[in-house]
């Protein structure tokens, strides 16, 4: 019904550059918000970013000025551009988005996941 779809994760060196992609599709009626998160091995998934319908964006402390989030309504995309990467950036990098649906009730939204995308950053 709905497929959040990400591209762009790779392995770079510590100071490179990576920009995510992640785009919806299927019967989505608008867009709330759509978000990035990650995931290290052995840790809990952690939100890096997000950004609302009306273009406000959130960062995580770790992430706050080496990462942007952005957003292309009429695609229904959203990228993260990632800079000055480190090495504790390594994870894999899954795409949020909370939606409202054709021909269901919204509120409440309808919430999806990506596929995730493996980052890998080497010292």
């Known amino acids: 019904q709905v497929q959040l779809v990400e591209s762009g994760g790779g392995l770079v060196q510590a100071g490179g550059s990576l920009r995510l992609s992640c785009a919806a599709s299927g019967s989505i009626s608008s867009i709330n918000a759509m978000g990035w998160y990650r995931q290290a091995p052995g840790k809990q998934r952690e939100l890096v970013a997000y950004?609302?319908?009306?273009?406000?964006?959130s960062y995580s402390d770790s992430v706050k000025g080496r990462f942007t989030i952005s957003r292309d309504n009429a695609k229904n995309t959203v990228y993260l551009q990632m800079n000055s990467l480190k090495p504790e950036d390594t994870a894999v990098y899954y795409c949020?988005?909370?939606?409202?649906?054709?021909?269901?009730?919204?509120?409440?939204?309808?919430?999806?996941w990506g596929q995730g995308t493996q980052v890998t950053v080497s010292s």
């Open positions: 950004i609302i319908s009306g273009g406000s964006t």
């Open positions: 949020n988005a909370d939606m409202c649906l054709w021909g269901t009730r919204c509120p409440p939204a309808f919430q999806s």
